[in-house]
């Protein structure tokens, strides 16, 4: 949510932020690797069995 922007100069803002200030920078990375190795869409198989069990309960509900 901190590299969010709904417009073009909030955009440069956190651009200039992150070429400007370390800290902040590896405070974005240090988050980015954990909700990358948290999260079901970089994990194939665990992706894989979400959308499966999703794809079956809509079926179930359409023709059920």
């Given at each position: 949510?901190?590299?969010?922007?709904?417009?073009?100069?909030?955009?440069?803002?956190?651009?200039?932020?992150?070429?400007?200030?370390?800290?902040?920078?590896?405070?974005i990375?240090?988050?980015?690797?954990?909700?990358?190795?948290?999260?079901?869409?970089?994990?194939?198989?665990?992706?894989?069995?979400?959308?499966?069990?999703?794809?079956?309960?809509?079926?179930?509900k359409?023709?059920?």
């Amino acid at each position: 949510s901190e590299l969010i922007t709904f417009n073009l100069e909030d955009y440069k803002k956190v651009a200039l932020k992150l070429a400007r200030d370390e800290d902040y920078l590896n405070h974005i990375r240090n988050k980015l690797k954990i909700a990358l190795t948290n999260s079901s869409l970089f994990n194939s198989k665990l992706f894989t069995r979400e959308i499966d069990s999703l794809y079956r309960t809509l079926y179930s509900k359409k023709f059920h």
